[in-house]
């Protein structure tokens, strides 16, 4: 049965997105001019919708090394996103190290900034570690939609339901200099924690319209 999970969790992904109504804001400035890869940041609880958020797809993700990431890894993938598996609970130095080479490669990053454990909405360290190894560009994401379930898990995630509105909305680019020092990161993470934030809610917002 568990074999089972990625295969139909992809195919009812795929149904949400076929049958919701779903408007984007700042997509017109969400790729940098100059084609240096993005990281795409959300929260947690917002990854169900997440294979839809890259503009040019695959995307690589930090999946832990768990059975629960074997099983994220496998659905992902059918959804044209790619794994590296490790995250900051477990195998954290081989993820980074993977996502960096990929975004020195020119892929396009995602990262969830309170995953995989939490707190929720608390960003962890990784991603602008990886932004300035890598010089690629942090972009905020935030999605909402009108219909939904939340799971009993410790992020409630967003489970979106089919013929629901939804809205991406994309932040202003954050970039980590080469020289940032570790207060420094500390600074960006929680600018980079009030940016989703705030696309979030007005992802929330666009729904009221």
Do not use: N
């Amino acid at each position: 049965m568990a074999a089972l999970v990625p295969p139909v969790g992809a195919a009812y992904l795929r149904l949400v997105r076929r049958t919701m109504r779903l408007s984007r804001e700042g997509d017109g400035t969400a790729l940098p001019d100059d084609g240096t890869p993005v990281v795409y940041c959300f929260w947690h609880e917002k990854l169900a919708m997440m294979p839809w958020v890259q503009f040019r797809p695959p995307t690589v993700v930090p999946v832990s090394q768990s059975r629960d990431g074997d099983f994220t890894a496998r659905l992902f993938a059918r959804l044209g996103v790619e794994a590296t598996r490790g995250s900051s609970s477990r195998g954290g130095a081989l993820a980074a190290r993977g996502m960096v080479t990929a975004a020195r490669a020119g892929r396009d990053l995602g990262i969830t900034l309170d995953g995989p454990r939490g707190p929720a909405h608390v960003v962890q360290p990784g991603a602008t570690w990886i932004a300035r190894a890598a010089g690629c560009a942090l972009l905020p994401v935030g999605f909402a939609c009108s219909r939904y379930r939340r799971l009993g898990s410790w992020d409630r995630m967003v489970i979106p339901l089919p013929f629901s509105r939804g809205a991406f909305v994309y932040g202003e680019h954050l970039y980590v200099p080469r020289d940032a020092t570790h207060d420094d990161l500390a600074v960006a993470d929680q600018e980079l924690a009030r940016r989703v934030e705030e696309v979030t809610k007005r992802a929330e917002t666009m729904l009221l319209t």
